[in-house]
């Protein structure tokens, strides 16, 4: 059996685990591993091992991490960060997201919690429509950073791609396209907010390029920050499997494609609405898979996990 170094868990690309799926994963910690679908082959099912010295970091990815708060006691003895979305849209865009001063509040103790460095904002997508213009987003970029000033040191912004998954939605949306000249207007108010309160700007996955106004092409699963995290060295390398600008570090993914009961309209992670209910529908918090069970036919492959010494030293003490 191949045997792997200590694995950064993503939780989730796919679908929001900690507002909708917390009381499952903290079982998946509690006994140690999970089983993954692969997106292609259904049949195909990876059995990822989550105990303390297999797991290098855990990037949780959330519009909402509200229901997760309560178990993070749980994950003492891991590292872990958040990507954090908070933008400024109403429930035409995001029909299920909490207020944003309520997201505000929320990210502000979370933050209070772990510590700036572990808690990362994303605002994301922009999106241009009549009903959020260019001064809609200045603004509204304006205040969030005035309020998470402190409380985070890195903004991840990108602009809307239209997926194959989200084309049917793009007619309802109303998009307007946007000329490179006023991506680099939008972009150079960011900046200039972010300065003005200790937050970074960086991209995720944009082929434009910003770096005369000191904005570089970012990570969201951030090899150096894990490694401030987490203590352990982590190759510079970028994930193949992801988009050509995507910066990402390789990661493994434990959620599932149309499981978001966020319901964004930009969601390119659902593409079947009547799918995500009926997923949802059969979740089970004490199943090894994030929805339903085994089947017949299914080949349940494990990926074993070999930590060097040095790394088990790492972990005979919980993380603060």
Same mark, same amino acid.
């Given at each position: 059996m191949e045997e792997y170094p200590p694995q950064i868990i993503s939780a989730s690309r796919r679908t929001d685990i900690?507002?909708?799926?917390?009381?499952?994963?903290?079982q998946r910690i509690k006994e140690r591993y999970v089983l993954v679908r692969n997106a292609r082959d259904r049949n195909q099912i990876r059995t990822i091992d989550l105990s303390p010295q297999a797991v290098a970091c855990i990037a949780f990815w959330t519009k909402n991490p509200g229901p997760m708060i309560d178990f993070l006691k749980g994950l003492d003895g891991y590292s872990y960060y958040f990507l954090y979305t908070i933008n400024a849209y109403g429930k035409d865009i995001e029909p299920r997201i909490p207020p944003m001063t309520e997201s505000v509040d929320r990210f502000r103790?979370?933050?209070?919690?772990?510590g700036p460095d572990r808690v990362v904002w994303r605002y994301d997508p922009i999106l241009i429509n009549h009903s959020y213009p260019v001064g809609y987003h200045v603004e509204s970029f304006n205040?969030?950073?005035?309020?998470l000033? #402190? @409380?985070?040191n890195t903004c991840i912004i990108s602009f809307i791609d239209i997926y194959r998954n989200t084309i049917k939605h793009s007619q309802d949306l109303q998009l307007i396209d946007l000329d490179l000249e006023t991506m680099r207007k939008i972009v150079a108010n960011f900046v200039t907010q972010g300065q003005s309160h200790g937050i970074k700007i960086q991209t995720c996955a944009e082929p434009a390029d910003f770096d005369d106004l000191n904005v570089s092409h970012g990570s969201c699963i951030d090899a150096a920050r894990i490694e401030r995290?987490? #203590? @352990?060295h982590i190759p510079v390398t970028r994930d193949s499997n992801l988009r050509p600008y995507c910066k990402c570090a390789p990661s493994i993914d434990i959620g599932m494609y149309n499981t978001c009961i966020n319901l964004c309209t930009y969601c390119y992670a659902n593409y079947n609405e009547h799918l995500v209910h009926a997923n949802y529908a059969h979740a089970r918090s004490g199943s090894p898979l994030q929805i339903g069970q085994l089947e017949k036919g299914d080949n349940v492959i494990e990926r074993k996990v070999k930590p060097s010494p040095a790394q088990l030293a790492l972990f005979s003490e919980p993380k603060k």
């Open positions: 900690p507002n909708h799926y917390a009381a499952w994963f903290m103790s979370l933050a209070d919690t772990l205040y969030l950073s005035r309020k000033e #402190g @409380y985070t995290i987490s #203590g @352990y």
